[in-house]
Structures are given as structure tokens and as C-alpha cells.
């Protein structure tokens, strides 16, 4: 069985800073667009008396058109693959953070039992399971921060994804700019095939 993997959608410059200063940023969760989700975050603030609760999420899902379309939807976007158990070896022993996978709970079985307040910033709606979610978690009672940085080891990023809307003409170059950066120069940089790839319009064209 190969290594567990976690999948980042963001952007180039995102990833750039993550790549140059080997670091993964948590922020906000009030800028999260699902306004359910959010109001958990906070509830989980409020509940625990905590001053500071930030995040970042990651996927375990296979590469989706949705996943690309809602978190990486400009030509700019990245998928970012990690290692597992090389990020767990990042937060172990930061008893501020937390990794865990996101339970998605219908309505109607939400009703039947209370939540414990320490669920809440790891439970969704139903309706987003395929988004197959696992959320980084920092926080504190006495801290109030708007950013935290977390140091990671730069071989948990395996590979690189481009975007699909990025011009074929670009990918070289932006290739070799990830590659030129200090300790990156093995990284898997390629382009994403998921709305244009040659091998499925081929047997396509040799439909009979």
C-alpha cells in the first residue's frame, strides 16, 4: 500500500510562499463561503471559550471537476499533494493543533442526538460528503490571531498540479519556476488532463 496522500486545492502564489518559506498557513474560517460551516467554527470558539480557532482544509478525494471549479478556479489554481503522515509528523506534539477528518450528518440525524461542542468545527451538512474533507486546526485560549504558520517538512509535497485552465504555452514556465525554488528541484510539477485529455478523445475519434 503506498503512502496515505491529502490533497490542497489554492493558488500559485499561494503555493509559492508555502514552497519558498516551508510553511502551511491557517486563517480565518469566517471567510469561508458555507455560512453553516463558518457559524460552527465559531460556535466551537464561543463554546470552549477560546480566543483564537484558525484552519485549513484538505481533501481526500480523487481530483474532481467540482474540486477544481469551487477551490482552484482561475487559471492560477494548484493542487498540492501530500504525505500524510509526513504533515502528521509536522504538528506532532503542537498540542494547539488538530488534524481530522470532517463527518458530514443529515438533518434528520442531527435532531435525534446533541453535539458535543469539541465535534463542531469537523461536522457539514450531508449534501458535501463528496468533498471527502479533512480540516488543520489551530487554536488558542489566549491568543488572538488572524494567521498561524505551521513549518513542515518540504518532502511532504509530492507533486504539483496545474490547473486545467492554464494555457498550454505557460506550463513550461511555470514549471521551472516552482523547480527553481530552493529544494524543490525533484518536485512532480505537471498539468491536469481532467477536461482535455488526448488518450480520451483518441478512442473517441476511433468510435465505430
Known sequence: MGDIQLFRYTDLPSLIHILTNRQLTLLDP????????SSFVTLYREKCALSSVLA???????ETYHHWRIFAPTSSGVRVTLDEKLLRNSIMGIN???LADVEYIKIPDIRKKSIDRRRLPFIKRYPYHQENEV?????????????????????????????????????????????????CNSL????????S????LKHGAAAK
Open 197 to 200: 485529455n488526448d488518450e480520451w
Open 30 to 37: 469566517m471567510t469561508w463561503d458555507d455560512k453553516n460551516d
Open 188 to 195: 512532480t510539477v505537471h498539468r491536469t488532463t481532467l477536461i
Open 135 to 183: 480540516r488543520l486546526l489551530w487554536e488558542s485560549t489566549t491568543e488572538d490571531r488572524h494567521s498561524y504558520a505551521l513549518p513542515i517538512d518540504i518532502k511532504a509535497i509530492s507533486r504539483v498540479t496545474l490547473s486545467p485552465w492554464l494555457h498550454p504555452a505557460l506550463v513550461e514556465s511555470v514549471k521551472s519556476t516552482l523547480k527553481s525554488i530552493d529544494g
Open 56 to 62: 485549513l482544509c484538505f481533501t481526500r478525494a480523487s
Open 96 to 98: 494547539d493543533l488538530q
